[in-house]
């Protein structure tokens, strides 16, 4: 498995930016998945998950309200739209496939990850 996660750059503090992760095979449109992100001298963070068929979510408080995530199943592709983006959404964003069908907030929930893409967001 293979994902590729993009979208990322600069942007000013209440912009907006979409995320996009596509796997290159076929073999997560019956696993969750999920965002995590990774600010400088900090761990690795849920942010957001979806389950398989894109009917459920679950979002980290922190981005309650301004993040959402959804899926392409015929695009094998799953995105992360972000509005109203605070300095502190400043990270490395990466997505990844959950071991299961449902969402997931733990990293050990997950099994691929991809390389990750940067986001900042000047104030």
């Known amino acids: 498995v293979q994902l590729q996660a993009s979208g990322g750059g600069l942007v000013q503090a209440g912009g907006s930016r979409r995320l996009s992760c596509a796997n290159s095979?076929?073999?997560?449109?019956?696993?969750?998945m999920g965002w995590f992100r990774r600010a400088p001298g900090k761990e690795r963070e849920f942010v957001a998950s979806?389950?398989?068929?894109?009917?459920?979510?679950t979002y980290a408080d922190s981005v309650k309200g301004r993040f959402t995530i959804s899926r392409d199943n015929a695009k094998n592709t799953v995105y992360l739209q972000m509005n109203d983006l605070k300095p502190e959404d400043t990270a490395v964003y990466y997505c990844?496939?959950?071991?299961?069908?449902?969402?997931?907030?733990?990293?050990?929930?997950?099994?691929?990850w991809g390389q990750g893409t940067q986001v900042t967001v000047s104030s």
């Open positions: 990844a496939v959950a071991l299961g069908s449902g969402t997931a907030t733990m990293t050990g929930n997950y099994r691929y």
């Open positions: 095979r076929r073999t997560s449109s019956n696993n969750g």
């Open positions: 979806i389950n398989w068929g894109g009917s459920s979510t």
